[in-house]
Nanobody, 124 residues
Framework: QVQLVESGGGLVQAGGSLRLSCVAS????????MAWFRQYPGKEREFVAA????????RYAESVQGRFTFSRDNAKNTQYLEMNNLKPEDTAVYFC?????????????????WGQGTQVTVSS
């Protein structure tokens, strides 16, 4: 089992930037794929970005493509989501997730461990 702890959320003006971090413990970090999802009130979690265990496969939601960058540092058991040019519609709770295998895909069914979430609020 993997334990995940996110940090870095907060309040930012539109056009600003934030970097989310997610520290993992438990299973060997380099062995599983990771992802970020976000959730709006009353909605299901939606895919934001994913990366394979090696870092070679990356996928982004169309809505964040070109603005968000997902990276992972296997030596620090940490993944990051660099968010630039933030928009009010990016306001949500962001969750990091760990897959059961080296690649978890772009749907939440591919992930077995979740962090507690961190709030991102973008003001207009």
């Amino acid at each position: 089992q993997v334990q995940l702890v996110e940090s870095g959320g907060g309040l930012v003006q539109a056009g600003g930037s934030l970097r989310l971090s997610c520290v993992a413990s438990g299973r060997a970090f380099s062995s599983y794929g990771m992802a970020w999802f976000r959730q709006y009130p009353g909605k299901e979690r939606e895919f934001v970005a994913a990366v394979s265990s090696s870092g070679y496969i990356r996928r982004y939601a169309e809505s964040v493509q070109g603005r968000f960058t997902f990276s992972r540092d296997n030596a620090k058991n940490t993944q990051y989501l660099e968010m630039n040019n933030l928009k009010p519609e990016d306001t949500a709770v962001y969750f990091c997730a760990a897959a059961a295998a080296s690649w978890g895909g772009t749907t939440h069914s591919g992930y077995i461990s979740w962090g507690q979430g961190t709030q991102v609020t973008v003001s207009s």
